[in-house]
């Protein structure tokens, strides 16, 4: 059945994800500069994430660049794993970027040092607003691609660590407690894992070829079979190309005396409109071929 592959879904939202880039860029700068005049690692810490965060959409936009190269005979489905790649790195570098804070807030418990809570305060606002834009321009495209996923999990983090760090600089300035710095940054790294964990996961899903989510193999297959023509279906695969690009692969057995191409049009109708898969492969094959299979297929 044929099918565009020239636009992931990630590429459809491609403007929005440079204005997050650029907003990020911009977040990170202040947020850099800010912790080195206040001192306070809680700003560090979010800016350590913000750096994660503008490297991993940089990685998507470079994937999607090259996702959108045509196909070659050494690649036959192109570059679309390469988004699937960067959202792997991105979680990598989130998992360093909260080691490293949680380590410095630990060692930053026992002796924490003065900070200008005035200026994180400032701060910390410029980068709750920056980020609460950021999440109302990737707010649709998140749920169609791992990459923008990814990206709108990272600024939804840096949102809350805006929120700890506008809370711990309120603390220092009216209690004079700083250790609520150290504390702001712990909460900033715990945040950061089990939605990193969520992202590597689903990505190594695509990587390793598993099952799209929300398509069940054997309700598939009795859709297949119950498609005028068809007698049996095996060697039934499928799995993700990129995000929001499944595939299907099988081998049909027909009636005898049925129409190829009118089955292969029922098939084809029949993914499509029951499942969301338009990239579809069939073997079609006569009841006597199953003799010349090689072994039990299911």
């Not at 920056?130 to 939804?156: H, P």
């Amino acid at each position: 059945m044929a099918h565009d592959h020239h636009h992931s879904a990630a590429a459809a939202h491609r403007g929005r994800l440079r204005a997050v880039f650029a907003i990020t860029v911009a977040v990170l700068v202040v947020e850099v500069a800010g912790a080195a005049l206040s001192d306070s690692l809680a700003l560090l810490a979010d800016a350590g994430h913000v750096l994660a965060d503008g490297a991993g959409i940089g990685l998507a936009l470079l994937a999607i660049r090259f996702a959108a190269r045509p196909a070659t005979p050494q690649r036959t489905f192109g570059y679309y794993r390469l988004e699937i790649l960067a959202a792997v790195v991105n979680a990598v570098l989130l998992f360093g970027v909260a080691g490293f804070v949680l380590i410095e807030a630990w060692r930053r418990l026992t002796e924490p040092p003065e900070v200008a809570s005035g200026l994180m305060l400032a701060v910390a606002a410029v980068g709750l607003v920056a980020n609460a834009v950021s999440m109302w321009l990737l707010r649709g495209g998140q749920q169609q691609s791992l990459n923008l996923r990814g990206a709108y999990l990272e600024v939804w983090g840096d949102l809350v660590g805006s929120v700890a760090v506008l809370a711990a600089a309120a603390v220092i300035a009216v209690t004079g407690f700083q250790a609520a710095d150290p504390i702001a940054s712990v909460l900033i790294g715990v945040a950061i894992l089990p939605r990193t964990w969520g992202l590597l996961r689903e990505a190594v899903d695509v990587l390793l070829e598993a099952t799209p989510k929300g398509i069940d193999v054997e309700e598939v297959r009795r859709h297949l079979v119950e498609t005028p023509g068809v007698t049996e279906v095996h060697d039934l695969h499928a799995w993700t190309i990129t995000s929001g690009l499944p595939v299907l692969s099988a081998h049909v057995v027909l009636e005898r005396g049925a129409d190829a191409g009118k089955v292969l049009d029922g098939l084809g109708a029949c993914l499509a409109g029951h499942f969301d898969i338009e990239h579809s492969t069939f073997q079609l094959e006569q009841p006597e071929h199953r003799g010349h299979e090689g072994a039990t297929h299911r």
